[in-house]
């Protein structure tokens, strides 16, 4: 069982930065590859970003590569996501998950966090 709480969201100019922490709980956070999902106002969920167990690889939505950096430090049993350069189409509840897949998508999550809110503006 692993338990996800995400923090760091909120209001931020376009161009600017933030950092999104996924706090886990559980001895088996280390087993699981963490991902970052976000879901705007009446549009679907969809994948932001993702990082394998060790932290050793990562994979990127086309639509914030070069922009966003997930990161994950075991030992503190935290996932982080390193937004800079924001912009307004950002905008989204972001969504901490942990999957024991190699695939990252919407139907391999086991856990999801209870998002956090990120709003861009002009």
């Known amino acids: 069982q692993v338990q996800l709480v995400e923090s760091g969201g909120g209001l931020v100019q376009a161009g600017g930065s933030l950092r999104l922490s996924c706090a886990a709980s559980g001895p088996t956070f280390s087993s699981y590859n963490v991902g970052w999902f976000r879901q705007a106002p009446g549009k679907e969920r969809e994948f932001v970003a993702a990082i394998s167990r060790s932290g050793s690889s990562t994979y990127y939505a086309d639509s914030v590569k070069d922009r966003f950096t997930i990161s994950r430090d075991n030992a503190k049993i935290t996932a982080y996501l390193q937004m800079n350069s924001l912009k307004p189409e950002d905008t989204a509840v972001y969504y901490c998950?942990?999957?024991?897949?190699?695939?990252?998508?919407?139907?391999?999550?086991?856990?999801w966090g209870q998002g956090t809110q990120v709003t861009v503006s002009s």
């Open positions: 998950a942990a999957a024991r897949s190699i695939f990252m998508a919407i139907n391999t999550v086991d856990y």
